[in-house]
């Protein structure tokens, strides 16, 4: 349905009774710029940058802010600086994976560890319940569920301290685990490039799963000829994708990729 003014489309993250825009903003560049592997080398933007950059996401209709411990700063960030935001958004966090430029990523899936982390973002993020919190799979899906990782985050779930949990994994049988164990939400790579999970949209809705989408735009690594904003409107024309993820620290940059994704007339 057509709205009255130029803002993005809200779906339903399955049966979480979240509702969040079809596109998502990325964190990482908020807090980590070590150890990644985008095309251009960044610095980390300043307070003001943030806030301005979080102020033109809401008013885009972006209401859905995507972080993890693995993105260095990025939680605490978030926390300290959402509060003097007009805008309010959905947090999807992560829990298993941990990073500091010394050590460079480590991962724990025990109970332990995933309580730890939980209770932690719920500081960092000054939260009393976090929306969503997806495994940060280290690429070997069977193990982390095996280990009974998705079991101690359904446990946290029914202790009110997350609404919905689930897998942000890198494998075609995790994802089907995870739906088998009762996850609420998938995070899937997903581009013309690396199709290997692709079953899993089809898949993650008839469990009745939310679907979120990562590396739409390869991290960054576009051929030159393509348009990022042409390349996520081809996507999200699947409505069974509930959003999907996008990172950027330009304001403009921003604005384009959501351009043909808005619904109403153009201003």
Same mark, same amino acid.
Request: net charge negative; proline share 4%.
């Given at each position: 349905?057509? /709205? $009255?003014?130029?803002? +993005?489309?809200?779906?339903? @993250?399955?049966?979480? *009774?979240?509702?969040?825009? %079809? &596109?998502?903003? #990325?964190?990482?560049?908020?807090?980590?710029?070590?150890?990644?592997?985008?095309?251009?080398?960044?610095?980390?933007?300043?307070?003001?940058?943030?806030?301005?950059?979080?102020?033109?996401?809401?008013?885009?209709?972006?209401?859905?802010?995507?972080?993890?411990?693995?993105?260095?700063?990025?939680?605490?960030?978030?926390?300290?600086?959402?509060?003097?935001?007009?805008?309010?958004?959905?947090?999807?966090?992560?829990?298993?994976?941990?990073?500091?430029?010394?050590?460079?990523?480590?991962?724990?899936?025990?109970?332990?560890?995933?309580?730890?982390?939980?209770?932690?973002?719920?500081?960092? /993020? $000054?939260?009393?319940? +976090?929306?969503?919190?997806? @495994?940060?799979?280290? *690429?070997?899906?069977?193990? %982390? &569920?095996?280990? #009974?990782?998705?079991?101690?985050?359904?446990?946290?779930?029914?202790?009110?301290?997350?609404?919905?949990?689930?897998?942000?994994?890198?494998?075609?049988?995790?994802?089907?685990?995870?739906?088998?164990?009762?996850?609420?939400?998938?995070?899937?790579?997903?581009?013309?490039?690396?199709?290997?999970?692709?079953?899993?949209?089809?898949?993650?809705?008839?469990?009745?799963?939310?679907?979120?989408?990562?590396?739409?735009?390869?991290?960054?690594?576009?051929?030159?000829?393509?348009?990022?904003?042409?390349?996520?409107?081809?996507?999200?024309?699947?409505?069974?994708?509930?959003?999907?993820?996008?990172?950027?620290?330009?304001?403009?940059?921003?604005?384009?990729?959501?351009?043909?994704?808005?619904?109403?007339?153009?201003?």
């Amino acid at each position: 349905m057509a /709205l $009255n003014s130029r803002t +993005l489309p809200i779906r339903p @993250l399955g049966r979480s *009774g979240l509702q969040l825009s %079809v &596109l998502g903003l #990325g964190t990482v560049k908020l807090g980590r710029n070590t150890d990644v592997k985008y095309p251009q080398d960044f610095e980390l933007p300043s307070d003001e940058a943030i806030l301005n950059l979080l102020e033109v996401a809401g008013s885009l209709g972006i209401n859905y802010l995507d972080t993890a411990p693995a993105y260095g700063l990025s939680e605490a960030r978030l926390g300290a600086l959402l509060p003097h935001c007009a805008s309010t958004f959905q947090i999807v966090t992560k829990a298993g994976e941990h990073y500091d430029p010394a050590q460079q990523s480590r991962y724990d899936f025990s109970e332990y560890g995933l309580r730890q982390s939980i209770e932690t973002s719920l500081k960092r /993020l $000054n939260r009393t319940q +976090l929306d969503v919190v997806l @495994l940060h799979s280290d *690429g070997h899906d069977d193990q %982390v &569920l095996d280990a #009974g990782a998705l079991s101690t985050l359904l446990a946290c779930k029914s202790e009110g301290l997350i609404q919905a949990v689930g897998l942000s994994g890198k494998t075609l049988q995790g994802g089907r685990r995870a739906l088998a164990e009762g996850a609420d939400v998938l995070m899937i790579t997903l581009n013309p490039d690396l199709t290997d999970e692709a079953a899993l949209v089809s898949e993650a809705v008839e469990a009745g799963a939310g679907l979120l989408i990562k590396k739409a735009l390869g991290s960054g690594h576009l051929a030159a000829h393509e348009d990022p904003a042409v390349r996520l409107a081809t996507l999200l024309e699947d409505t069974r994708i509930s959003s999907a993820v996008i990172g950027t620290l330009n304001p403009d940059h921003l604005r384009h990729n959501c351009s043909l994704l808005f619904q109403g007339e153009p201003q």
